[in-house]
């Protein structure tokens, strides 16, 4: 069946600091990729998503792109900010599995000032 | 207007008790799920409905069952609840398509004392 697995947290980074959230799954086919956000006390928000090997997901200054050579949609973020915390996951649907997403077990981002 | 919404958002009830949650969703999505997520974040996939059919069914306690009257809601009941089943319980739709957005309510705190 379909499995993802991400760094373990919590990451904790000052502010302006690179981020990187590692993520590698397991699918048959052709699964899509999705990074959500899950801030302090709501739910969750899709950040950015990718649907075929070697598209690059991006949405407010965080990238992550679809390697299906090494089946990894690392998230990236080239200088985050306080706002920036909260706890990420990484995520697949279909491949030849069903429409519902599979989460990793998510990975907490603590930025300081 | 919120595009999925859930009811309640806080919930504390006594062990033994059975309790509803309701979900609506306004954005024309034909298929609905609910999710639950544990104490330390891990979110799983509890049930689907497509055009108010069952499609996901995991391996749930049958103290849990989901209703969906129409497209737009899907409640899910608990019964007998049990001190384990304290979670929160996320709603969320999405179109049909494994690249679709899949868009998530703000959760249910679920708390059995």
């Known amino acids: 069946g379909n499995s993802v697995t991400q760094m373990e947290g919590p990451v904790t980074l000052s502010e302006e600091a690179f981020l990187t959230i590692n993520c590698t799954y397991t699918a048959t086919g052709y699964p899509s990729l999705f990074w959500y956000v899950q801030y302090p006390g709501e739910g969750l928000q899709l950040l950015l998503k990718?649907?075929?090997?070697?598209d690059k997901g991006s949405n407010k200054g965080f990238e992550a792109t679809y390697r299906k050579e090494t089946t990894s949609f690392h998230l990236e973020k080239g200088s985050v900010q306080v706002s920036d915390s909260a706890v990420y996951f990484c995520?697949?649907?279909?491949?030849?599995?069903?429409?519902?997403?599979?989460f990793g077990s998510g990975t907490r981002l603590q930025v300081q000032p | 207007d919120t595009a999925v919404s859930q009811t309640p958002k806080y919930l504390v009830t006594q062990m033994g008790n059975d309790k509803s949650i309701k979900c609506e969703q306004n954005l024309g999505h034909d298929t609905m799920y609910w999710y639950k997520q544990d104490s330390k974040k891990f979110l799983k996939i509890m049930f689907s409905y497509n055009n108010k059919e069952l499609i996901i069914n995991e391996t749930v306690p049958n103290r849990f069952s989901p209703k969906s009257p129409d497209k737009a809601h899907l409640n899910l009941h608990i019964n007998s609840l049990e001190l384990g089943d304290s979670a929160v319980y996320f709603c969320a739709s999405s179109t049909q398509g494994t690249g679709n957005t899949i868009y998530f309510g703000e959760g249910s705190w679920l708390t059995v004392v």
């Open positions: 995520a697949l649907s279909g491949g030849t599995g069903r429409r519902a997403l599979t």
């Open positions: 990718a649907t075929k090997a070697d």
